[in-house]
């Protein structure tokens, strides 16, 4: 009976990859979810997972005892990176040493484009693959073999992190992308990849690189997104360093951890937000693949699919933004 163990479970791609792994398991499968903080899982997943017999426990990148009592008999395990930049390396590290002392075979993580580029010094990556590449460094290095995802920016952020800022910005999208092209992946198709990978259905010591469907501007999107509700917002791209004043007039935090997000429409410290740009307009997610498809027999979502779902939290037209009591009004 082969035991696989997805961590970070409870996560946004982790839930996605809890849902696609509870799906496609064969009945000699061992699955175990495990979770940072238990309870952090909603009742609703407890209870289904534990009714398809899946265990459930808890288990931290920065406890080295939890993640030995999980791994014990392991074929596979996955690794979810955390938001603990610059701290990431040291919990893989920890991860990857507890794997190599439970005997586990073979290790998935979740990595971000550009991770493989190739330079002099650490430093010259851009901020956001940085961690990423140290740690696809230590598990290579590690002997296990291993499935890497190398994910794309997801459509999410721009719906979870980005449209939010636009009122806030004077009804502009303030972005430094230069109207280059890219590939923004679904997270789910993202979660749904490291299920099929965790579970053997990637080819061993590969790394697989996680697009969307099509490569779109950043104008193309806002553009589809304000034609949903009415919203006028501008595009207006700036240089990094302009972008970056001005943010830090509005006391943008520089570190995600610490800062002070109060009054500030989105949680994405300054390096982060930069560098999201950067990636698309260094073309760094031009290309597409066709991994989403050869791994989960799903074609990749299209960011209009994708962002549908965040519909609700669209802006709309000034004219009718706090009136929906009016609209209903009207229509009855
Ligand atoms: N490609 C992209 O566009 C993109 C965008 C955003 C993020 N990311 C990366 O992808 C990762 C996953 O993203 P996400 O959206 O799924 O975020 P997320 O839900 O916050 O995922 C992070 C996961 O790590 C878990 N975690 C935190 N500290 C931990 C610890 N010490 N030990 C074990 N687990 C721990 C979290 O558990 P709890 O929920 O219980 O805290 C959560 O399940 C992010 O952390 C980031 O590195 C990529």
Known sequence: MPKYVLTGADGKLGSAAAAFAAEIAKPEDKLVFTAYKLSNIPKESLEAWQAKGIEVAGASYDDTASLLAVFQG?????MVSTWAFGDRPKQAARVIEAAQQC??????????VGAGLEVEKEEDLPFLPRDHARIEKLIKASGLEYNIQRNYLYQDNIA????????????????????VRAAYVARDDCGRVLAALLLGRGQPNKVYHVTGPEAVTDGQIMDWICDQTGYQCEFIDMPDAELR?????????????????????????????????????????????????????????????????????????????????????CRE
Not at 74 to 78: G, L, T, W, Y
Not at 269 to 277: T, Y
Request: charged content about 25%; hydrophobic content about 40%; glycine content about 6%.
């Open 160 to 179: 979870e992190l980005f449209v939010p800022s636009w009122p806030f910005c004077g009804d502009s999208w303030l972005n430094n992308t230069h109207h």
């Open 103 to 112: 005997g586990v075979r073979r290790l998935c993580y979740t990595s971000f």
């Open 245 to 329: 004043r001005w943010w830090a007039d509005r006391g943008l935090p520089e570190d995600a951890a610490t800062g002070d997000f109060s009054g500030l429409p989105m949680k994405l410290c300054m390096e982060d937000l930069l560098c999201c740009g950067e990636m698309v307009a260094r073309g760094y997610m031009l290309e597409t693949s066709d991994v989403v498809e050869r791994l989960t027999g799903r074609r990749p979502l299209r960011f209009r699919e994708t962002l549908m779902k965040y519909k609700a939290n669209f802006p709309v037209a000034a004219d009718t933004s706090d009136c929906d009591h009016v609209a209903n009004h």
């Open 74 to 78: 392991a074929d596979a395990v996955s």
